[in-house]
């Protein structure tokens, strides 16, 4: 069983910047943010592995980096020159090393003034 509690979301101006976490207990493997705006489907932001491979949606190539430590269990999307077309629910996506399960966070808000 894999808990992800995030934390970091907020309101910021158009080109403002933001820094989401999220911290896990349980051993996992690779770790990623997700997001969902009103009326939309969930859709990928970036994934970071153990390993440190990462893959981001173009979307946000450019603008977000997602990293985590290892030593705290802890992973985190810096978003940069946010857009309005950034406003969602991020929600923090986790797979366990022991299990191969799926978990997911409870979601952060993130909204960004237009």
């Known amino acids: 069983q894999v808990q992800l509690v995030e934390s970091g979301g907020g309101l910021v101006q158009p080109g403002g910047s933001l820094k989401v976490s999220c911290v896990a207990s349980?051993?996992?493997?690779?770790m990623g943010w997700y997001r969902q705006a009103p009326g939309k489907q969930r859709e990928l932001v970036a994934t970071?592995?153990?390993?440190?491979?990462?893959k981001y949606a173009d979307a946000v190539k450019g603008r977000f980096t997602i990293s985590r430590d290892n030593a705290k269990n802890t992973g985190y999307l810096q978003m940069n020159s946010l857009k309005p077309d950034d406003t969602a629910v991020y929600y923090c996506?986790?797979?366990?090393?022991?299990?191969?399960?799926?978990?997911w966070g409870q979601g952060t808000q993130v909204t960004v003034l237009s």
């Open positions: 996506n986790a797979k366990s090393s022991i299990t191969g399960g799926n978990y």
């Open positions: 349980g051993s996992i493997f690779s």
């Open positions: 970071v592995t153990i390993t440190g491979n990462t």
